[in-house]
């Protein structure tokens, strides 16, 4: 039977901070940003919205990607620190 294993943002974070970090805030402070820079230079908001949700969308993808490596690392880890990993071989 197999037990879905969720990883949560905290532990994601605890677990690699700076990675976590720049996969989550980096995209969202390009997207604030450049709402900024729109608002500011008078450019339509229509494009810099679309850039927004872009960014939002790569955050949210390249976090989940992050969080499947992680488990895949602590799975290999668990995997290998076992006492019959010989008898896997």
């Keep these: 039977m197999s ?4 990883l949560s943002l905290v532990e994601l974070f605890l677990a690699t901070p700076a990675k976590s ?3 989550a805030f980096g995209p969202l402070v390009l997207a604030l940003g450049q709402l900024g820079n ?3 230079n008078g450019i339509s908001p229509v494009v810099a919205v679309g850039f927004a949700l872009v960014m939002l969308g790569f955050a949210v993808v390249a976090m989940r990607h992050h969080a499947a490596e992680h488990r895949l690392q602590r799975l290999e880890a668990d995997l290998e620190s076992s006492p019959d990993a010989d008898s896997l071989r």
Excluded: A, D
Aim: aromatic share 10%; proline share 0%.
């Design 21 to 23: 970090s720049l996969l």
């Design 3 to 6: 037990v879905r294993n969720t």
């Design 38 to 40: 729109s608002y500011v």
